[in-house]
Structure formats: C-alpha cells, structure tokens
C-alpha cells in the first residue's frame, strides 16, 4: 500500500470522530504492510484530554506488540500533531511520521515547534506531509465551522 491509502485509513477514523461529536482527527499505525493499531480522537467521549488519536493508536500498538518501542513503524494522521503527540511519538520511537493537513494552532512539528526533527533528542522521526491535504483540512474545517453555527 502507498501513504494515500493509509491516510484514507486515517480518514475513517476521523469520520467515525465525526460521528461521535469529537474533533475529526485519526490515526493509523503501520508496520510493514500491517495496520498494528487505528482510532480517533476520544477526549470528550472518555474525559481525558490525552485521548488524541495519536496517543490512543501508540498505546495499542505498545500493548498490542508487547514493546514501547515502535522502531521501524509509521504512523498515519489526519492533522499535524499537537506537542504532547509529538513528544510521544518521539518517546515510542516512531520511524516514520505521515501527515495530511497543518495545524496552525498548536502543530508541533512544521507549524509552531518541531519537537520529532529535534537533533537534541536520542531519537528523531522522518516527516511527510501533505498527503491527502485538501481531504484532511475538508473534515476538520467543516467540523469547526458547524461548532461556530451552533453556538
């Protein structure tokens, strides 16, 4: 598979997000050509303010594996990740960061910070981003411009 498939993976998550009433942000993880773990945003649904796609998806391919660290792996997002994302990238030893669309407000890796190219860190992450740009801004957009309607 290419990186347009996996977003388009990454997309359904933030789809199901979407239908949930959660900012439309999704993940998948990769490892050859096997999705080790996929989700969405779940902070409104569980409470918890860590509940970012990214976070989710790291966590169940940790358990999943039995391994912290996911060397060799690729993780797929919607949206540029927030700072606690890109530390957390970081830390699992993610090989690989694809990305569709950018975060202005609080993107941490080419928007406001680049907290996983950081050569102080024992561990840096190779980026792209853009793919499947204009389907990843399309779904978050919309989903803020319809918040702003309703309130």
Not at 49 to 54: D, G, L, P, T
Not at 58 to 75: H, M, V
Not at 76 to 89: D, N
Not at 134 to 142: F, R
Request: proline letters at 3%; aromatic letters at 6%.
């Amino acid at each position: 598979m290419d990186h347009n498939s996996y977003m388009g993976y990454a997309l359904k998550e933030a789809e199901k997000a979407l239908k949930l009433g959660e900012v439309p942000i999704g993940a998948v993880l990769v490892s050859g050509n096997k999705i080790l773990a996929a989700g969405h945003d779940l902070r409104e649904l569980l409470n918890d303010a860590s509940a970012h796609a990214e976070m989710l998806v790291l966590r169940e391919a940790a358990q999943k594996i039995g391994d912290w660290r996911l060397n060799n792996t690729t993780l797929y997002v919607t949206v540029e990740p927030c700072p606690m994302c890109a530390g957390a990238i970081v830390q699992y030893r993610v090989g690989t960061l694809v990305y569709g669309a950018p975060n202005s407000k609080s993107g941490s890796i080419d928007s406001i910070l680049d907290i996983v190219k950081q050569s102080k860190f024992n561990h840096q992450v190779e980026v792209i981003s853009g793919i499947r740009e204009d389907d990843c801004k399309q779904i978050i957009q919309s989903f803020f411009k319809q918040l702003r309607k309703n309130k």
